[in-house]
């Protein structure tokens, strides 16, 4: 796809350099009050976990070998370990967080699924949402116009096959295991998540996203694509004082725009109408048909087509329009407004990331109940963040684009960070010698580079991708002259 566009210019890095630099921001990862500035090797702090529990009312009855607190990190561990065992990470997350008591027994798998149950979904959730609202500043690559560039999209993920699952979630026609399914507001930026929303397979992806409809801000951009349109979402949407560009159907029955007038950029000024098919599916969604039409809006309009042409010389043209609240075409031009579009696809890498690299391709969540499979999802969300977090942080010190920080290579440290001693002993006079920040930082900034000015295409459907391959390729954008009639009177 076309590169990054963005004006954040010195201002957003200097803002990501400070707020890396000022230590604690989100209670992930955090940075030690100590002068040498020691790198915790928990997966949050354990301030962050507190506060969680303390937001659920989540309180231990009586003293156990995995308490709440305990039960949070080894369940983030799980989360960070997927492919591993629940002894194998009870292992290493207990050998982190030291002794829990005078007992010396150790937890058993079975007693870590008991903790799961008796903590909830809800800490954890909690922990998810604090985390994400205090996220790093907006850097390299997040602005767009001034304005903070986020993207809803959708996905789904595969559950355990469990007769529990199976009813809350549901399964599709031909799989063999229930999905759950989550929307997603991400930060185009740093590709973490600002808030989810979790359903079941059945749950469409509208629903979902109307009820993240309170996470869009003042002062941000977002982007959707054509599945997300309706003229009532458009309004509602729209009153949260955040700008909206999102992609419509060329389907003239679904979008009903009228153009008012055609600006010097080919963009349009376009009357937007709920049209009929709109009206009587949202009657009947509220089982009121006397419900009346929505008032008409005015929104600006860019159709565009979009010419890929790969290394073969193979070409195909997709025709693509665009609707936006930004309506001054002079501050907006319509070529922007295109290239920008095109940044809804760091969603599909975030959720690239967190299906394949950090959760792994075939692996599925380890939890059997409705209760335990959110619980997960909250965590995987949490861990996810984390590993952002660290890149752009990484990525603030260097002055450079986070795209330019493998996230392939921060999870392989991070990884190695929870494997390694948080201390080692010097074998002449057994001094303990602490792992510091620059050591991490420095592995991080020292990891192969991402290669960012590179286009490539690949096929989108499992057929495709079963006899072609991803190349190298040029992408052509042309405004062209919209095919809707004019408005009248």
């Known amino acids: ?208 996203c109307d009820r993240l409809a309170g996470t869009l801000l003042p002062g941000t951009l977002n982007l959707a694509d054509r599945n997300f349109y309706s003229m009532q979402r458009w309004l509602a949407f729209t009153a949260t004082g955040a700008h909206l560009l999102w992609r419509v159907k060329n389907d003239d029955t679904k979008f009903s725009g009228r153009v008012l007038s055609t600006l010097s950029d080919g963009s349009m000024l376009v009357r937007l109408r709920e049209s009929t098919w709109m009206h009587n599916k949202r009657r009947r969604d509220l089982g009121d048909s006397s419900a009346p039409r929505l008032a008409d809006t005015v929104a600006r309009l860019v159709e565009f087509d979009v010419k890929v042409t790969d290394a073969t010389g193979r070409t195909r043209t997709s025709k693509i329009r665009v609707l936006t609240t930004l309506l001054d075409h002079e501050t907006f031009p319509a070529e922007k407004i295109c290239a920008c579009y095109a940044e809804r696809r760091q969603v599909e890498i975030a959720y690239l990331r967190i299906k394949k690299t950090l959760r792994g391709p075939g692996v599925r969540l380890r939890g059997t109940t409705p209760q335990l499979a959110r619980q997960e999802i909250w965590a995987l969300l949490t861990v996810y963040n984390a590993v952002c977090d660290l890149a752009s942080a990484a990525a603030a010190l260097e002055g450079i684009d986070p795209d330019e920080i493998s996230f392939v290579a921060v999870l392989r440290i991070v990884r190695d960070h929870h494997t390694t001693p948080r201390a080692r002993a010097c074998r002449h006079c057994g001094h303990q010698e602490t792992i510091t920040t620059p050591t991490l930082t420095s592995q991080i900034t020292a990891a192969t580079r991402n290669r960012t000015n590179r286009t490539r295409t690949s096929p989108r459907t499992p057929q495709e991708r079963r006899t072609q391959h991803g190349s190298n390729a040029t992408y052509t954008i042309t405004i062209v002259t919209s095919t809707l009639p004019k408005a009248d009177n």
């Open 1 to 208: 796809m076309p590169g990054r566009q963005s004006d954040s210019g010195d201002v957003g890095r200097d803002l990501l350099r400070d707020a890396a630099l000022a230590g604690p921001g989100s209670g992930i990862w955090p940075l030690a009050e100590s002068g040498r500035g020691q790198v915790l090797a928990d997966l949050a702090a354990p301030e962050a976990i507190g506060a969680a529990l303390a937001a659920a009312w989540h309180l231990d009855v009586r003293v156990r070998l995995l308490p709440g607190r305990v039960t949070m990190r080894v369940l983030l561990g799980l989360c960070l370990f997927c492919s591993e065992g629940y002894d194998s990470v009870l292992a290493r997350v207990l050998a982190v967080v030291g002794p829990l008591g005078p007992a010396s027994t150790v937890p058993t798998a079975s007693a870590l699924s008991a903790a799961r149950a008796r903590l909830g979904e809800a800490p954890v959730r909690a922990l998810f949402e604090q985390a994400a609202a205090a996220g790093p500043a907006p850097g390299i690559g997040s602005l767009v116009f001034g304005l903070v560039l986020t993207a809803f999209d959708g996905t789904t993920l595969e559950l355990a096959r469990a007769a529990e699952l199976i009813e809350a979630f549901g399964v599709p026609t031909g799989a063999l295991r229930p999905l759950a399914r989550v929307v997603t507001l991400v930060s185009v930026g740093s590709r973490r998540v600002l808030a989810a929303a979790i359903g079941s397979f059945h749950t469409s992806e509208q629903e979902l």
